[in-house]
């Protein structure tokens, strides 16, 4: 007996609209509450050769500690990890990041790109890294958020207690405490 025509939608049409609407507005207070974050980079990373998912966090994940280990800083991001499967006239794109970031202490956007390179593999024309300059309104926030909803893109939320001026942490440990006199020890110098 085939049944397909009797199967109905778990969530109906009306209710659908009804979660989208909601998931607008509740995106738009998460870009206003993390827009509210000192950040410094808007940054694009992307391969220049195929890596499976795995291949790519790793890599992104080690480029981070590298980071944080060369500047002797903490670093706080916002990263959102994307990918496209060819369909509906549109060209497949690999696996790649778009971040937001602030380091403890300053630091040039082709610093960034080059240390990058050296740990992704050196770029095509199409591939590589792009890091600018924050611009606050741009809302680079949003364009790092933009694919918030989908479930098959990763999300690294990281350090945002040093950057946000809302979160307020709780007890910290010794290593905590460490970081955060790190971080603004190299915010002052950066000021001065």
Not at 74 to 97: D, M, N, Q
Request: charged content about 30%; overall charge positive; proline content about 4%.
């Amino acid at each position: 007996m085939n049944n397909k025509g009797n199967i109905k939608s778990p969530v109906r049409l009306r209710d659908r609209k009804t979660v989208t609407r909601w998931n607008r507005r509740q995106r738009r207070e998460d870009y206003a509450w993390l827009r509210l974050a000192r950040w410094e980079f808007l940054c694009t990373f992307t391969f220049p050769q195929i890596v499976s998912d795995a291949q790519a966090i790793d890599v992104l994940k080690r480029f981070i500690n590298h980071l944080e280990r060369t500047l002797r800083c903490s670093v706080s991001l916002i990263c959102s990890s994307e990918k496209r499967l060819s369909g509906c006239g549109r060209p497949a794109c690999g696996r790649h990041f778009h971040l937001v970031m602030t380091c403890g202490i300053s630091v040039s956007p082709t610093f960034i790109e080059s240390l990058w390179t050296d740990m992704a593999g050196w770029p095509r024309a199409d591939a590589g890294a792009k890091v600018d300059a924050y611009d606050p309104a741009r809302n680079g926030v949003g364009y790092v958020l933009k694919l918030m909803d989908r479930s098959h893109d990763d999300w690294l939320f990281r350090n945002l207690h040093l950057v946000h001026p809302e979160i307020q942490a709780g007890p910290l440990n010794s290593r905590q405490r460490r970081n955060l006199r790190r971080h603004d020890k190299g915010r002052r110098e950066y000021k001065d």
